[in-house]
């Protein structure tokens, strides 16, 4: 369960170097932008690029090559099932074949192509939300989303959902605990049991904490709209010159004709 404190939790973006001092706002703009650019993207050139880049940027505020791919696996393994899926059932032309205990396993070359492209845009698109995660703490966050005026809900749905996170998953780690302490994963019957178990009771768990925590929270005259978030200075010219970088890269991509834009 380490591993999901790990992903989910803002330590590297507490830290002080160059990537967490920018703007959320700019950050904001520029992780928007490139999303949609990835996902408009025509080849697997500009994803990769932006998969390299990440790593590149987050090697750079001495973020280990380890701690980056360990919050790559999930995504990179849905990636993968997504790339064979596709060259298992699309395309007519014959890229690779053979046997398993007596099926034939073929390989088809317009499925891999096509399912190459949603994996390279998934892996970069991925990369630069961990980028954004592992630069940004969830208090900026909120206040870059509420300068840009959001709507209250979507804030303190964010901010709840994230602050009680890690309570979830202390209890996860507690029945699970517990659980192979009573000898419950000896076995594959045991262990689905176990999961169900515990799948079970984690979300009772979870709806008898939201009912008692909105009724501490009415109690105490919360109406809404009160979460605090950090305070966001004016901009300057580093922001407006970063404004200016980020319009004349989109406008290069589109121009080259990189881009699938209608």
């Known amino acids: 369960m380490n591993f999901f404190h790990h992903t989910f939790s803002d330590a590297y973006a507490r830290r002080n170097n160059w990537l967490t001092g920018i703007d959320v706002r700019i950050k ?11 996902l408009l993207a025509k080849d697997i050139f500009i994803p990769m690029v932006f998969l390299a880049i990440s790593f590149a940027l987050l090697l750079s505020v001495k973020i280990s090559f380890t701690t980056i791919l360990r919050s790559m696996v999930m995504p990179a393994f849905f ?5 064979l899926v596709k060259g298992l059932h ?20 317009e499925g891999l192509r096509s399912g190459l ?3 390279s845009k998934a892996l970069g698109g991925v990369s630069l939300v961990i980028l954004f995660s592992f630069t940004t703490t969830i208090s900026r966050l909120c206040a870059g989303l509420r300068w840009f005026r959001a709507p209250n809900t979507i804030i303190e749905l964010l901010a709840f959902i994230y602050r009680y996170i890690f309570l979830l998953l202390d209890e996860v780690t507690t029945m699970w605990i517990a659980q192979k302490s009573r000898l419950g994963h000896t076995t594959w019957k045991k262990m689905i049991q176990s999961f169900g178990m515990l ?4 979300f009772i768990r979870a709806f008898d904490r939201a009912e008692r925590t909105h009724e501490a929270m009415h109690a105490r005259g919360y109406a809404g709209g ?4 950090a305070a966001l200075p004016a901009w300057n010219k580093k922001e407006y010159v970063c404004l200016a970088g980020i319009a004349f890269v989109t406008s290069l991509i589109i121009y080259t004709g990189n881009v699938r834009i209608w």
């Open 28 to 38: 904001l703009v520029y992780i928007v932008l490139l999303l949609a650019i990835n």
């Open 79 to 83: 990636a993968l099932f997504i790339l």
């Open 90 to 109: 699309e395309g007519k032309t014959v890229w690779f074949s053979f046997s398993v205990v007596g099926y034939d396993v073929v390989l088809r070359e």
């Open 117 to 119: 492209q949603i994996c």
């Open 199 to 202: 799948g079970g009771m984690l």
């Open 226 to 229: 009160g979460i605090l978030t």
